[in-house]
T-cell receptor
């Protein structure tokens, strides 16, 4: 079975631009969570979605938004990009409590 | 907010040695998880612990959920070169608003052949 997939794998943007990252969960998983991992640190929670509804939000500004689709895939949007948004963005899916991570999208903001 | 203190920050060991790392928290968690992350990849789940006091093994890896629910440790026995990577602990608290993971800052493990 396929694991969590994310696209694109790498992305380069400039300050002020907008970006959309995509995630497909493991088949049968209805919950998707997003995390931001800055180099040298552990992942930080951004959002969790379950059955298309937001179930939790981390300490991130309103420039960050997300949604989940009927097929349980998800998108993370970041508006008005800042240099500090450069990071590895990780998506995790879960059926019960255990979260399984995708390979991430490496975003570089110049 | 909740913070996890993970130690040591880095370890340099010889192949065949045993390794121990731990995490402590100021708050309790329902679940403790241990992940390994290789460069440029996402974290891979190693062990999940669901009950206070639980001791679980996965091959050469053994992890325990602290009795106070505020700590966990991971042991790796007889290390091999492919154990190299960053190990993260993560605590999970089931809330009405979902179940987010709180991560430690990682332990960078280097194994010398």
């Amino acid at each position: 079975d396929a694991g969590v997939t994310q696209s694109p794998t790498h992305l380069i943007k400039t300050r002020g631009q907008q970006v959309t990252l995509r995630c497909s969960p493991i088949s049968g998983h209805k919950s998707v969570s997003w995390y931001q991992q800055v180099l040298g640190q552990g992942p930080q929670f951004i959002f969790q979605y379950y059955e298309k509804e937001e179930r939790g939000r981390g300490n991130f500004p309103d420039r960050f938004s997300a949604r989940q689709f009927p097929n349980y895939s998800s998108e993370l949007n970041v508006n008005a990009l800042l240099l500090g948004d450069s990071a590895l963005y990780l998506c995790a899916s879960s059926f019960g409590e255990t979260q399984y991570f995708g390979p991430g999208t490496r975003l570089l903001v110049l | 907010g909740q913070q996890l203190n993970q130690s040591p920050q880095s370890m340099f060991i010889q192949e065949g040695e045993d390794v121990s790392m731990n995490c402590t928290s100021s708050s309790i968690f329902n679940t403790w998880l241990w992940y390994k992350q290789d460069p440029g990849e996402g974290p891979v789940l190693l062990i999940a612990l669901y009950k206070a006091g639980e001791l679980t093994s996965n091959g050469r890896l053994t992890a325990q959920f602290g009795i106070t629910r505020k700590d966990s440790f991971l042991n790796i026995s007889a290390s091999i070169p492919s154990d190299v990577g960053i190990y993260f602990c993560a605590g999970q608290l089931r809330e009405t608003s979902g179940s987010r993971l709180t991560f430690g800052e990682g332990t960078q493990l280097t194994v010398n052949p």
